[in-house]
């Protein structure tokens, strides 16, 4: 910038405060807010009596003699009035009590203004050392202050949704072995069904845990967009969340601004399961299914109701047009959903035994009234979100958020939203017996919190999502953090096989998961022909941390799914929000077997 000059009275609020402590160190979060739209970058100054070894959501530009100055990065380079910037710092502090940095000044081009008064200090007695004046270096210790690059993780499970992509995938797709598949998907009833997420290993497209999927990784990025942005994974949340509602808005038939029918599931399971081989030569017939007034859903269509709705908020200042659609079909799925009750496996009877409604439909009803109030500010819709919460569910479940239970995010979204502090009450009731391993849940001796056989993994990942999220948003305990953290490192490698559950990431991880598409031309017993990056595959069969096998016939403890990236996806922004950890370079990305980074 030229022609800079200090201006403060256009600073509405700043604050910085001191997130997490430890001896060396400590974690930082520095937030301001202008009262002006800023339109051409920012700057600010402060004083420093601690060194910046990290920085997020900024870039240091000068430091000298404890003086620091930062900058935007490109994607903050505009300030809406009143909207706040979140900056991270990871500072050294030489071993002193960790103290606040000081003396701000905001710097704009061409708008001048007095420096920013600093909170009262008290003196520093130890003479801290000058930081010498050099220019910002890379990271030292690309895991941040974790014990993982939590950011290559996340970055990685995001190549995960790309290689389970149904449809006519873009020119830019970075799997270099996936290419179009399904193309004639809805032809059986005359309708464009491309498109969406094949499920697991398999190529069925199953609705109902296609809308969980989708509305979980929304809402890691409706709670934690400023990490997202900083992560450098803000667009491939974008993309990977629009590739679902995409397919969803097809599936969605309307009439006089009404439902009149979706489909929830394109493909047989039993035909498909007797494949194997890759999408693109798949020959058996795809039959479509549906849910309609004389054969309901209520669950399948107030999922997708949910996952609309938490797309059109995520969307909403990026493409408004877009996410206004997505609303509007969204409140014409819930209102079919409410009007006309019933499972959608009891309609459908080819989603038994894959996807069968065991829990019924109430709770993800209570999960899209709720998120229809998030995204649309109804009062009418928390109130219904309230009212079918207490009439039938009465209390969230002993599980956790899966495809067939949504009664635990739903009691998390009516912590953060209702004045009622039941509900409150009944997510901690819930969160003790995973933190405590009571009830259902068990914990094996590597630290796993188990509940049952199948996908354990992905459940840990959604319990720790859901604390860590309660801790962020509604009421701060020390023991959701830590039990989210344990947990997401547990997957990651922390455990007593030292090897990572997530395909291509560390040194030890699955060869053989049970993926057609992934392996190719591999003969039984060998690695895959291609790694399937950032899939997490099921886990411990039992509360043995060995009970295990990386058998491409062991669908239980070896398969992947969309449905286990989901939740740790969302879990792994928030370990990155916590503890930094870079993600891959294009460069890296591009030298990674199978993986092409491509510009259009």
């Not at 014990?147 to 799997?175: M, T, V």
């Not at 899966?402 to 739903?410: L, V």
């Not at 305990?477 to 990651?492: C, E, G, P, V, W």
């Amino acid at each position: 910038m030229n022609n800079i000059a200090t201006s403060n009275c256009m600073v509405k609020n700043i604050n910085f405060e001191i997130v997490q402590d430890w001896n060396g160190g400590f974690k930082a979060q520095l937030d301001f807010s202008s009262k002006q739209a800023i339109t051409k970058g920012w700057q600010l100054q402060f004083s420093a009596p601690f060194e910046i070894k990290e920085i997020y959501g900024a870039e240091v530009l000068e430091s000298k003699n404890n003086q620091y100055t930062i900058g935007n990065v490109d994607w903050n380079e505009k300030v809406s009035a009143n909207s706040t910037q979140q900056i991270i710092i990871i500072a050294n502090d030489f071993g002193q009590p960790a103290q606040k940095a000081t003396d701000f000044q905001l710097l704009l081009e061409n708008q001048p203004i007095e420096p920013i008064p600093s909170e009262p200090q008290e003196p520093v007695t130890p003479e801290q050392p000058t930081i010498p004046d050099s220019e910002p270096q890379p990271s030292d210790n690309p895991n941040g202050t974790g014990q993982f690059r939590y950011g290559e993780a996340l970055q990685k499970s995001f190549l995960f949704f790309e290689a389970n992509r149904a449809g006519d995938l873009p020119n830019d797709k970075r799997i270099e072995w996936r290419s179009d598949s399904a193309l004639s998907d809805g032809s059986d009833v005359g309708r464009d069904l491309t498109g969406g997420y094949y499920d697991a290993g398999d190529h069925v497209k199953f609705g109902l845990p296609m809308s969980a999927n989708n509305t979980m990784l929304a809402w890691g990025g409706i709670e934690y967009e400023s990490a997202y942005k900083q992560s450098g994974q803000w667009d491939e949340l974008l993309e990977a969340v629009k590739w679902g509602t995409d397919y969803f808005l097809k599936a969605h038939v309307s009439e006089g601004g009404k439902t009149k029918e979706l489909y929830v599931q394109v493909g047989d399971g039993h035909a498909d399961h007797a494949y194997w081989g890759s999408p693109e030569n798949m020959t058996m017939a795809r039959p479509s299914f549906k849910i309609d007034a004389a054969n309901p859903g209520s669950d399948a269509a107030a999922g997708t109701a949910s996952a609309l709705a938490s797309a059109s908020i995520l969307f909403r200042g990026v493409d408004d047009a877009y996410a206004d659609k997505l609303l509007d079909n969204a409140k014409q799925l819930f209102e079919f959903a409410d009007t006309y009750r019933g499972k959608y496996s009891d309609s459908v009877p080819a989603a038994n035994p894959f996807y069968t409604s065991f829990s019924g439909y109430s709770d993800e009803l209570a999960e899209g009234a709720a998120w229809l109030y998030k995204a649309s500010g109804e009062q009418k819709y928390l109130t219904r979100a309230e009212d079918i919460f207490d009439s039938e569910i009465g209390y969230p479940s002993d599980w956790t958020w899966m495809a067939d239970n949504k009664s635990n995010s739903a009691a998390v979204i009516l912590a953060q939203e209702s004045s009622d502090p039941k509900y409150k009450q009944m997510v901690e009731g819930w969160l003790e017996n995973w933190i405590n391993g009571t009830g259902n849940v068990q914990y094996s001796q590597g630290g796993l919190a188990w509940r049952t056989r199948w996908g354990s993994l992905a459940l840990s990942s959604a319990t720790s999502y859901l604390a860590q999220l309660y801790n962020d948003t509604v009421k701060q305990d020390s023991r959701y953090t830590d039990f989210a953290n344990n947990q997401i490192d547990y997957i990651l490698g922390d455990n007593p096989r030292n090897a990572s559950y997530m395909i291509g990431f560390g040194e030890n991880y699955p060869q053989q998961p049970h993926h057609r598409a992934a392996t190719g031309n591999a003969p039984y017993g060998q690695p895959s022909e291609h790694i399937l990056f950032g899939a997490l595959v099921g886990g411990p069969g039992s509360t043995n941390d060995f009970d295990y096998n990386d058998d491409r016939n062991d669908w239980v403890t070896n398969e992947v799914g969309t449905g286990y990236n989901a939740p740790l996806t969302s879990a792994l922004i928030q370990q990155y929000n916590n503890f930094g950890g870079e993600p891959l370079s294009n460069a890296e990305l591009d030298a990674l077997p199978g993986i092409a980074i491509v510009d259009v």
